[in-house]
């Protein structure tokens, strides 16, 4: 019999191979998706209180996964890379990710790390940047996202976003949280991100 986590993985699946986007189809046929689980024990953040508002404002292709994950968000593992000394109480309250696969999600993956970042609202994720390769894909519009030296942009909803490696990036949100699916390539899968500038690159 499927688990909660068998269902979070094929809704997981299920969006993304729907994504009209070469580079996200590229990803999804490089992925292996018969992948061993890994036990781990639910653990829950502050930011998870935001899960009902994204599923009010995920569009109709995104809500079957972010309904699903706001009403199992007690049975899964949510983790943050940051603390309160990096970025301020106000956005350790805000801020969350649960990782699907990689080395350390529900999945076992050494080779690509995907899951959802949350953040709430009214916050600002500043530059950073990693060594791996970054596709994002927010599940909820209005917030503003930064590349390089460029400024900041409304992104929407099922717009895919490519970060490339060490590419500082930044993300700030309005009134409303954010939701968004992320999938790591090309580095190390548990990597925290470097804060500031990247090389002269932004």
């Known amino acids: 019999m499927p688990t909660v986590f068998d269902e979070l993985l094929d809704r997981f699946h299920l969006y993304l191979a729907g994504v009209d986007s070469d580079l996200v189809a590229d990803a999804v046929a490089r992925i292996d998706w018969h992948m061993p689980s890994r036990p781990l024990e639910p653990r829950s953040l502050g930011c998870v209180r935001h899960l009902d508002r994204i599923a009010e404002l995920a569009p109709a292709d ?115 949280p954010l939701m968004a699916l992320y999938v790591w390539r090309g580095g190390p899968l548990a990597q925290k991100s470097i804060i500031g500038s990247a090389g002269g690159r932004g």
């Open 62 to 176: 995104a809500g079957p996964l972010t309904r699903f994950v706001a009403d199992h968000r007690d049975e899964l593992r949510w983790g943050q890379t940051y603390t309160a000394a990096d970025f301020g109480r106000a956005f350790i309250d805000n801020y969350g990710w649960l990782e699907v696969f990689g080395t350390r999600g529900h999945f076992v993956n050494d080779a690509v790390a995907a899951g959802l970042l949350i953040l709430g609202p009214g916050i600002v994720y500043p530059d950073h940047h990693h060594i791996a390769e970054e596709i994002y894909i927010p599940l909820t519009g209005g917030t503003e996202w930064r590349m390089g030296e460029g400024g900041f942009r409304v992104r929407a909803a099922g717009e895919v976003i490519h970060h490339p490696s060490n590419v500082n990036h930044a993300m700030r949100t309005g009134r409303e």
